[in-house]
């Protein structure tokens, strides 16, 4: 896994909160791997040594001092590593610089981004260069997206075994999420806001569902800005926040493959709150809720403790409506907290699964399902807690 280069992973971040439990995760789970040659970068020596010693990783943990304001810092980090994990975001404000040259230097790239029009930036200044390269750079490879992206990815490959075809309309219904988002991401949605505020071409991006897919626009697609009733289910439902950069990225990844889910494919995702008018008054509270602006959204480098995020949990619904009104049903389930647990882990097998399984996925700006599809599912279903169910 070497490939000439000092390192095969350097995690970026390791002293933020997710960093740091991202760190502790390559360490209990790839600790005793000779084969992955890991190191921690951050701005500070003297933290980075901290925290490999507080969360027991070998005092030989190599540590790279690395600062998004210092360019040639970020070049001579991409230069040591086949691949770089980022947690230093949020990225519109800390991370083209670090995409940059990661595809100039042909190392590969993941992140935890939940920032479309950022993305959209990245993909028309840097795809290019990355497939020159070679570098895979891989956006959102947390709770936003993976789960989602994946879940329609796997509900599309049994639709496929079951009707010998994809569905051209899905729907994600998220059931349960027992937990936080992570402070990242309220400082990362706050970021966006700011921006779209002083470009109205950011705005334009952020309300287009195909910002993601340049030169390709599929049908209309569903808002999901409103409370609204899912017959198929009998439940009342609410805006999922979420939903935004999900469903972005599912469009991305069905045009990457080059559309096998149809060009007129739909996909919406919204937030199951609960059947008749309790239900209804549930969803239009959250409909007007400011979950992740207010003064108690989380702040970056805070989050819950160990206890709380093992009491966490999710568990999202996709389901599949074919041309002849049949139905499939299959679901994703984690078994940590989204914004912080399980995100870590997916982050670091994403990793790991484009380092190990996925060699043959050329360079280029990816989603996750293109880039590392059932590989990455097995990793994740093995090692990370998923689960990948289809339902009768």
Not at 326 to 349: C, H, K, N, Q
Request: hydrophobic share 40%; aromatic share 8%.
């Amino acid at each position: 896994m070497s490939d000439n280069k000092e390192f095969d992973l350097v995690l970026y971040g390791a002293t933020g909160f997710t960093g740091r439990l991202v760190a502790e995760y390559l360490v209990r789970q790839y600790g005793d791997d000779p084969g992955l040659k890991w190191a921690m970068a951050g701005r500070s020596e003297g933290k980075l040594a901290a925290v490999r010693d507080e969360i027991g990783a070998p005092e030989e943990t190599p540590l790279i001092v690395a600062d998004a304001s210092d360019p040639a810092s970020l070049r001579s980090m991409a230069e040591r590593t086949r691949l770089v994990l980022t947690t230093v975001g949020p990225y519109q404000l800390y991370g083209s610089d670090l995409v940059a040259v990661c595809a100039e230097t042909g190392t590969d790239y993941v992140d935890l981004c939940g920032e479309p029009a950022w993305m959209r930036q990245m993909i028309d200044a840097h795809e290019e260069t990355a497939a020159d390269s070679g570098a895979r750079i891989v956006f959102s490879c947390g709770f936003d997206s993976i789960p989602f992206d994946m879940g329609v990815y796997f509900l599309q490959q049994t639709a496929r075994k079951e009707f010998g075809a994809t569905a051209p309309r899905v729907k994600g219904r998220v059931r349960i999420m027992k937990g936080g988002f992570s402070g990242g991401t309220a400082a990362s949605l706050k970021a966006t806001l700011a921006a779209a505020q002083n470009n109205p071409s950011v705005l334009a991006l952020l309300r287009d569902p195909f910002a993601l897919t340049p030169g390709f626009s599929g049908p209309e697609q569903p808002r999901g800005t409103k409370p609204a009733y899912d017959e198929s289910m009998g439940v009342w439902c609410a805006p999922f926040i979420m939903a935004p950069i999900n469903t972005r990225n599912v469009h991305r990844s069905n045009a990457l493959m080059g559309h096998p889910y149809g060009e007129e494919f739909v996909y919406d995702e919204m937030l199951v709150v609960g059947p008749g008018e309790e239900g209804e008054a549930k969803a239009k509270a959250i409909a007007k809720a400011d979950a992740l602006g207010g003064d108690n959204a989380p702040r970056p480098g805070e989050g819950p403790g160990k206890e709380e995020r093992e009491a966490g949990a999710y568990d999202v619904l996709f389901i599949g409506e074919m041309p002849d009104g049949s139905e499939l049903r299959a679901s994703v389930a984690g078994d940590l907290d989204p914004g912080y647990g399980s995100t870590s882990r997916m982050i670091a097998e994403a990793a790991v699964c484009l380092l190990r399984d996925a060699t043959d996925t050329p360079g280029g700006i990816w989603t996750t399902a293109p880039a590392m599809g059932e590989k990455l599912i097995r990793r994740l279903a093995d090692n990370a807690g998923l689960r990948f169910t289809v339902e009768t």
